[in-house]
T-cell receptor, first 112, second 112 residues
Framework: AQSVSQHNHHVILSEAASLELGCNYS??????LFWYVQYPGQHLQLLLK??????LVKGIKGFEAEFIKSKFSFNLRKPSVQWSDTAEYFC??????????FGGGTRLMVKP | DSGVTQTPKHLITATGQRVTLRCSPR?????VYWYQQSLDQGLQFLIQ???????AKGNILERFSAQQFPDLHSELNLSSLELGDSALYFC???????????FGSGTRLTVV
């Protein structure tokens, strides 16, 4: 069975700081990888996804992620965060079967 | 508005009771997924339906059941409710199985 691990449960940054959120997955086969964001009181929104091809994926709102197959990782990055990026971020993998398996989430707080 | 509609938004009920959560998928989407988000378990996949048929099952309790109707809306039935069932229940839909998930805003269930 696949699993996803997000190492940072809480991250606090100042505006303009760079962001990197870790995500590691375990699954031996072909995976599809996703990052979702959940703003307070809202639904999950897709930030970006990786299916195949270029391992550096660009998403919405200036986010990007890099798939490193040898490390089973799919870390999320943003060069300069804004206060509006305060949210919870979830990494997810779709491997065997059709459902998404989510990591535990990382709560990001950006101080103005 | 993501196009996936969940009702009700909030539900407070007593232990031992039964509730029904409703999800209307995005227009044209055939797959519906149910997820439970709780503080201790995180985001967990419950069950998936595709065009009226059960397609995949996750960590869904026997007290819980779901169905998808001919008009493609889905209902999640939770019975013999316990305090630990208090959670946010999300529905997602996709055009085909596992492609292009869109999440609804969720139903927050509180069992007292």
């Amino acid at each position: 069975a696949q699993s996803v691990s997000q190492h940072n449960h809480h991250v606090i940054l100042s505006e303009a700081a760079s962001l990197e959120l870790g995500c590691n997955y375990s699954y031996g086969g072909t995976v599809n990888l996703f990052w979702y964001v959940q703003y307070p009181g809202q639904h999950l929104q897709l930030l970006l996804k990786y299916f195949s091809g270029d391992p550096l994926v660009k998403g919405i709102k200036g986010f990007e992620a890099e798939f490193i197959k040898s490390k089973f990782s799919f870390n999320l990055r943003k060069p300069s965060v804004q206060w509006s990026d305060t949210a919870e971020y979830f990494c997810a993998v779709r491997g065997a079967g059709n459902m998404l398996t989510f990591g535990g989430g990382t709560r990001l707080m950006v101080k103005p | 508005d993501s196009g996936v509609t969940q009702t009700p938004k909030h539900l407070i009920t007593a232990t031992g009771q039964r509730v029904t959560l409703r999800c209307s998928p995005r227009s044209g989407d055939l797959s519906v997924y149910w997820y439970q988000q709780s503080l201790d378990q995180g985001l967990q996949f419950l069950i998936q339906y595709y065009n009226g048929e059960e397609r995949a099952k996750g960590n869904i309790l026997e007290r819980f059941s779901a169905q998808q109707f001919p008009d493609l809306h889905s209902e999640l039935n939770l019975s013999s409710l316990e305090l630990g069932d208090s959670a946010l229940y999300f529905c997602a839909s996709s055009p085909r199985t596992g492609i292009g998930y869109t999440f609804g805003s969720g139903t927050r269930l509180t069992v007292v």
